[in-house]
Every structure is written in C-alpha cells, then in structure tokens.
C-alpha cells in the first residue's frame, strides 16, 4: 500500500514540519507501508514569495533579519486572509492547479492530510473537495483537524485507530520501537532550501505530553500518560540529522530532563529553545542549562497577579517568576514571556498589575507576547464554568473552522474590554522588548537573531 503524507498551507515556513516527520516514523516503525511526504505550505510559500527565501540568505545584520520577517509577515497575513476568503466562497486558493498536481493522487492508495494549525484547514478544504471528486480516499489528523473539513475525509486520533485503520485494508503490521536508538527519527525529506530561515532549525519533541496537565485554560496537552522518549533515540536523532539549532516543541519540561538535554546538546554544539513554568525548582541551573546550548526560553508567564495566577492554576509563585527571569537573563538565556490577559474575573486592576510586573522586571525580559483569553472545548474553565464565573457559553457556526465560543462573565473584564485597554497600554509593552514583535509568531527565529 502507498501512502502520502501531506502538511497544507498556511503557516510560516520557518521551521521543518514535525508532524509529517513523526508521523511517517511512527508509521514505518509499526506497519509495512510505502510512504511519502510532500510539505505543500512550503510549496506555496516558494513560489508565492520567492524574494523572501533569496533575500533571508542575503542579511549581514540582525536588523536586516528582523526587518525581512516584518515585511513578510504583513504581506503574508494579506495573502492567507485573501485565500482563505476565496476558500469560503466556493473559490480556488492561488496557485491551486499547481499545486494540486503535485500530489499525484493517482500514484496513492490513500493521502493524509496534517492539520496543526486553523489556518491550514482552508487550503486543505479546497484540496480536499477535489480528491474526494476523483474518488481517493483521505484521512485527516492533527489537532485542528476539526470542524467542516472532516466531512472530505476520516478522522484518526489517536494511534490505535490509525493503526487499525491499515491493518483492516491488510497492511502487515511490525515488531519495532518507535524510540529504539537505532531508530531515531530522520528529516532528510525536508530539503533547507523550502524554508524561509537563514539555517535549518529542528523541531524536536522528547516527551508525549505536559507532565504537568493543571492550567485551566489549557488543552494543548495529549490525553496520554506522560512519557519520556529515550535519551539515546534524542542523541541519535540530533546526530543523524546534523542539528545545529533545534526548537523543543514540548508544553512543558521537567527539571531532570533539562539537565538531560543540555548533557546531549553540549559535545554536540546545538543551540536550543524551549517552553517552560517560571517554577522555583528551576532556580540554580540556568548557567548550567546555558553552558549546554539553551538560548531562548518562552516562559509561561501569563499574569503578574496571584489571584488569577491560582484561578489558572499555574502552580507558580509572583516572587519565583522574578527571580528565575533574573536568574535565566544573568545565565544569557532570553526570556520570551507569554502574557494571556482577560481570563475570567481579572479585573482592570488585575490587568494593570501585570503590566506593571512586566515594567518591574523589564531588565530581565526581552520579547512579550500577549493574548487575550479566549475559552476552548475540552480546557477545565469549559468544563466547570461556574468555578470561573462563566455565566453563559455560546457557541456559533463557521463556514470551515469549528464553532466560535463566546461567553459571558460574572465580574471583571470582557474580551472587548481587554482589548481596548491593551491598545492604550501596548506602548508601556513595546518599550520593553528587546528582540523585534514580529518573532512572536516564529519563536524559533529568535535562535538566529543574534
């Protein structure tokens, strides 16, 4: 059986897509399938912005980097708004016919499609509707893999089902191990020249999901027991893949395992970023995390208040926070915080207290990347409103994407609320960073500003 794995546009091409590389290794390592991979976002994005990928190689200067990513990222956002309009009018995206032949669906016995992002499903409904015209069976997985688009295919997920969904059409399953050393996971289908990068960054993931699971806004982490991947499999997978920047793309990372990692990245001269909880067990290690290859950390943060801090269940402490940002920017790590304002019951008092937070330690914080709070199916405050001063939830159709969530609150600020308040105050939040705004959508750029 053949099989074809595809990743559709649109997000930024600045980094090898992990999904189709996991997937495919998961896979081969547990059924006898021929596969391959076509990264289609990479494919629009060289031929729709062809300057970008020549001019990224040609910048001497960190400003002259930053500089190309903010003109990309406004042109871009023009272009995905405009496709994604056509998508919803019944429309062909650009570039369609193009890049529909490249999938070649009458080579495959079966195309999977891998939705990350919200944004991908558009493309991937256009794609889709005309696969399913040629009658060519497609299955759909990956967290946004919801909404309309699985009506123009099957849903798998999780790996039992995926599993099972080959070995009824006779595919003949393996005895391996997904994380034996001499398994390690490769992404030579990935050529650098598809990337809008000036090097290669590799994402890397080296656990199954957060070990953590509390964050009552969250659900961002896998329905899975907590596990570990094997810290050769990790070593071998860096070294087969000759990594020289990697982005760690976990939820979270216990102590014990970044000492692990930085024990690996060290003889093998690998840079890294991670995301983490500002916890206090992690004070004491930032020089010796530095001395093996952390750079960046995206911290979350999420307030400056402990009240909304405990209703969210962070499990961290106002005075902890400070002192690890101290303690990560005297190492040489930057800081990158994630600050989510408006969750339910924050005050105007609330919110101002975090910018003054922010203010307070500005000298150990570079880039802040704010949100506001937005409620999601599956997180606690969904499940247990009333504990959140949830009032009402509603829930409104769209043409492609799951329903939109709405919601009322007993006191504090609403979203539109938050959002006035943060355009007064967004000046307050721009003095303070040090690396350029636009990197807040391409976290692992920051490994290359430099």
């Given at each position: 059986?053949k099989?074809?794995?595809?990743?559709?546009?649109?997000?930024t091409?600045?980094?090898?897509?992990?999904?189709?590389?996991?997937?495919?290794?998961?896979?081969?390592?547990?059924?006898?399938l021929?596969i391959?991979?076509?990264?289609?976002?990479?494919?629009?994005?060289?031929?729709?912005f062809?300057?970008?990928?020549?001019?990224?190689?040609?910048?001497?200067?960190?400003?002259?980097?930053?500089?190309l990513?903010?003109?990309?990222?406004?042109?871009?956002?023009e272009?995905?708004?405009?496709?994604n309009k056509?998508?919803?009018?019944g429309?062909?995206?650009?570039?369609?016919?193009?890049?529909?032949?490249l999938?070649?669906?009458?080579?495959y016995?079966?195309i999977?499609?891998s939705?990350?992002?919200?944004?991908?499903?558009f493309y991937?409904t256009?794609?889709?509707?005309?696969?399913?015209k040629?009658?060519?069976?497609?299955?759909l997985?990956?967290?946004?893999?919801?909404?309309?688009?699985?009506?123009?295919?099957?849903l798998l997920?999780?790996?039992?089902k995926?599993?099972?969904?080959?070995t009824?059409k006779?595919?003949?399953k393996?005895?391996?191990?997904?994380?034996?050393?001499?398994?390690p996971?490769?992404?030579?289908?990935?050529?650098?020249?598809?990337?809008?990068?000036?090097?290669?960054?590799?994402p890397?993931?080296?656990?199954?999901t957060?070990?953590?699971?509390?964050?009552t806004?969250?659900?961002h982490?896998?329905l899975?027991?907590?596990?570990?991947?094997?810290t050769?499999?990790l070593?071998?997978?860096?070294?087969k893949?000759?990594?020289?920047?990697?982005?760690?793309?976990d939820?979270?990372?216990?102590?014990?395992?970044?000492?692990?990692?930085s024990?690996?990245?060290?003889?093998?001269?690998?840079?890294?970023?991670c995301?983490?909880?500002?916890?206090?067990?992690?004070?004491?290690?930032?020089?010796?995390?530095?001395?093996?290859?952390?750079?960046?950390?995206?911290?979350?943060?999420?307030?400056?208040?402990?009240?909304?801090?405990?209703l969210?269940?962070?499990g961290?402490?106002?005075?902890?926070?400070?002192d690890v940002?101290?303690?990560?920017?005297?190492?040489?790590?930057?800081?990158?915080?994630?600050?989510?304002f408006?969750?339910?019951?924050?005050t105007k008092?609330?919110?101002?207290?975090?910018?003054?937070?922010?203010?307070?330690?500005?000298?150990?914080?570079?880039l802040?990347?704010?949100?506001?709070?937005?409620?999601?199916?599956?997180?606690?405050?969904f499940?247990?409103?009333k504990?959140y001063?949830?009032l009402?939830?509603?829930?409104?159709?769209?043409?492609?994407?799951?329903?939109?969530?709405?919601?009322?609150?007993?006191?504090?600020?609403?979203?539109?609320?938050?959002r006035?308040?943060?355009?007064?105050?967004q000046?307050?939040?721009?003095r303070?960073?040090k690396?350029?705004?636009?990197?807040k959508?391409?976290?692992?750029?920051?490994l290359?500003?430099?």
């Open positions: 059986m099989l074809l794995l595809v990743y559709p546009p649109f997000c091409p600045t980094i090898l897509p992990y999904s189709l590389a996991s997937l495919k290794h998961f896979l081969k390592t547990n059924l006898d021929e391959d991979v076509l990264d289609l976002n990479a494919e629009f994005h060289k031929r729709k062809a300057q970008y990928y020549k001019r990224v190689h040609e910048t001497k200067t960190k400003e002259e980097y930053a500089k990513f903010q003109e990309f990222e406004k042109e871009s956002r272009v995905y708004a405009k496709n056509a998508v919803v009018h429309e062909n995206p650009e570039y369609f016919q193009e890049i529909f032949s999938i070649h669906s009458n080579k016995d079966c999977a499609f939705l990350v992002y919200n944004s991908q499903c991937a256009a794609l889709l509707k005309e696969l399913q040629q009658n060519v069976t497609c299955i997985g990956g967290p946004a893999a919801k909404g309309k688009t699985l009506g123009y295919g099957t997920d999780s790996e039992q995926t599993l099972d969904f080959f009824e006779g595919v003949q393996k005895q391996a191990n997904f994380y034996a050393a001499d398994n996971l490769d992404f030579s289908d990935f050529s650098q020249e598809n990337y809008l990068s000036k090097e290669r960054i590799l890397l993931k080296t656990s199954s957060c070990f953590y699971k509390q964050c806004f969250c659900t982490f896998a899975v027991p907590y596990k570990e991947y094997e050769a499999w070593e071998n997978t860096l070294k893949n000759n990594a020289k920047y990697v982005f760690i793309i939820d979270m990372i216990a102590k014990e395992r970044l000492l692990v990692l024990q690996i990245c060290k003889p093998l001269q690998v840079e890294w970023a995301q983490l909880r500002p916890t206090s067990d992690l004070l004491g290690i930032s020089k010796e995390l530095y001395s093996g290859g952390l750079r960046s950390v995206s911290w979350g943060v999420e307030s400056g208040c402990q009240r909304i801090l405990d969210m269940k962070k961290t402490e106002i005075q902890a926070v400070q940002l101290k303690e990560s920017h005297e190492a040489g790590v930057q800081n990158i915080l994630y600050i989510m408006a969750f339910p019951t924050e008092e609330e919110y101002m207290e975090t910018i003054e937070f922010l203010e307070k330690n500005k000298e150990h914080i570079d802040v990347c704010t949100s506001i709070f937005g409620l999601q199916r599956g997180a606690k405050a499940d247990s409103p504990d001063g949830i009402e939830i509603k829930e409104s159709t769209r043409t492609i994407l799951q329903g939109n969530v709405t919601y009322v609150v007993s006191q504090g600020l609403g979203n539109e609320e938050a006035i308040l943060q355009k007064k105050v000046h307050r939040i721009d303070i960073n690396i350029p705004k636009v990197f959508c391409s976290r692992e750029q920051v290359l500003y430099k």
